[in-house]
């Protein structure tokens, strides 16, 4: 904005006033009746702990609703947004969220008849952070596995062949990691199941072996996914993700570092729905002058 500012010789603030007064006419224009199934997910919009959530409908790809936090009061705030564009909250059959106790409890209130499918990205991830602490750990005595980190958060199969053979060896000199991988690797088995019921089979045997390993990260962690185990075997059901909001995500960040940050979250928000949300942005035609 700064630099289309220096281009035509105006104040970037003018063009921001603009830029905002046209997004926030198509914003009032903007119809949600129909809008089923929703993924939310946070992103960070300055240093420290400063986010906005994001609300996207997975149907037709577009972001919906930005809230400029990320508690839970977001959802009523975004329940109030849905019915101003002519929605029926009571029409949202799918939310698809990580495991954020904000965004749960959140919706169990302003939408307790929707149905939540916690993101299978998401929940691969706690397993990848419980087997880097147990790799961290080992580590201490184990100098081998320094620098390793990438090697085991990536499937082998995703590995280069240079990297695979250093992660086979990496893997035969220890113990306690290579346990941990193991139980995320039985763990990535579930989504490959054909249905829900035998989703549920697999899940069960590895939360039983996982609550008996001598690994305190991977038992936490077999104790959320049985918390939240009806929302991770959703997914055999909904089949939604959030991957969407995660390429939503990136593009809210690079747009964020072309703009060296955002001095006002606003600001922010107004480039996210000008640019993602498919927004209906007809300018006033010009009146033709007439000739003389």
Do not use: C
């Not at 959802?75 to 909250?89: I, S, Y």
């Not at 698809?96 to 209130?109: F, Q």
């Amino acid at each position: 904005m700064a630099a289309a500012a220096r281009i035509v010789g105006e104040h970037d603030t003018r063009l921001w006033r603009v830029t905002a007064f046209y997004v926030a006419r198509a914003l009032a224009e903007l119809k949600l009746k129909g809008v089923a199934k929703v993924g939310v997910d946070e992103t960070s919009r300055a240093r420290g702990h400063n986010y906005l959530s994001l609300f996207v409908d997975l149907e037709l790809a577009r972001v919906i609703f930005i809230a400029l936090d990320r508690d839970g009061g977001t959802l009523e705030q975004f329940k109030t947004w849905l019915e101003e564009h002519g929605a029926d909250p009571k029409d949202i059959r799918e939310f698809s969220l990580d495991m954020s106790p904000a965004y749960v409890s959140g919706i169990a209130e302003s939408f307790p008849n929707a149905n939540l499918t916690f993101d299978k990205f998401h929940v691969i991830k706690l397993l990848n952070e419980a087997v880097d602490e147990v790799r961290r750990d080992e580590q201490k005595n184990l100098p081998d596995l320094k620098k390793s980190r990438f090697l085991w958060l990536r499937n082998s199969t995703d590995l280069t062949d240079e990297q695979r053979a250093r992660f086979e060896l990496v893997r035969t000199i220890t113990t306690r990691t290579a346990r941990a991988y193991r139980y995320r690797e039985m763990f990535q088995e579930l989504y490959r199941q054909p249905d829900a019921a035998t989703a549920r089979d697999v899940f069960d045997g590895w939360h039983r072996s996982a609550t008996r390993s001598r690994l305190p990260a991977i038992r936490r962690v077999a104790r959320t996914l049985k918390e939240h185990a009806a929302g991770v075997l959703r997914w055999f059901e909904s089949k939604i993700t959030n991957g969407l909001l995660e390429g939503l995500s990136s593009l809210v960040q690079a747009s964020k570092a072309a703009a060296r940050g955002y001095r006002n979250p606003n600001y922010m928000a107004t480039m996210i729905y000008l640019r993602m949300s498919k927004l209906d942005l007809r300018l006033p035609q010009a009146t033709p002058s007439r000739s003389i």
